[in-house]
């Protein structure tokens, strides 16, 4: 790897800047486990333990993923679609709320350990507070506490509720799924909000429709994404 200028964000970690972003990225860019990172920068020569890997991913990912939704502030779409997914921790029922945009870039997530309109309620606070502005339009499916708590938080906005009109939000849900096969669980509802809440601005970095644009503009936006991570990160050349 190439050699980089040491920025005070890595102070007193003893691997190279380079190293410790490339890490953050696979793990929260792909579906692999700690481990897996582990035996991959091993192929590279790099030597670090899956729990290295795990505070770096904590550290550095959630500085990554603050920066990232800095930056989109306002400039996410105006259509939002919300849904939340069940997921057992400790045999226990938590949910995963969720907001999308209509070009399919994730808003905002929470967990609750409740589905009604108390829940509903803190999901729009946040995503208010969030994004800085009101949806053109919101979309759901069909549990009434959705109606109730957008009556309240936000009276003007048109509401559409029908289940045909939200998988974009409920297929937002399946990179979660696919990691918590990976992962063999979540520990706890902490555990699953800080990973969701670093791997969804992530994601959104990379979010690049391929069926309507042409290949080598799908090169540039990928080049152009990765500039931004690396921009993120704070690497730059010695």
Known sequence: MTRLARDPLYRRHRFPADVIAHAVWLYFRFPLSLRMVEDMLAARGVIVSHQTVRLWAEKFGGHFANDI????????GDKW??????????GKKHWLWRAVDQ????????????????AAKRLMRKLLKGQGRSPRV????????????????????????????NNRAENSHQPTRRRERIMKGFKSARHLQRFASIHDPVANLFHIPRHEISSD??????????????????????
């Open 69 to 76: 939704r800095k930056r989109s502030t306002g400039k996410l």
């Open 81 to 90: 679609h919300l849904d939340e997914v069940v997921i057992s921790i400790g």
């Open 103 to 118: 070009d399919g870039f994730v808003l905002d997530v929470l967990v609750q350990n409740r589905r009604n309109v108390k």
């Open 138 to 165: 919101m979309i759901t499916d069909k549990l009434r506490s959705y109606g109730a708590a957008k009556r309240d938080i936000m009276p003007g906005v048109e509401h559409r509720s029908h289940k045909g009109l």
């Open 217 to 238: 503009h799908h090169r540039e936006l990928r080049t152009e994404a990765m500039q931004m991570w690396n921009e993120i990160a704070r690497l730059q050349t010695a």
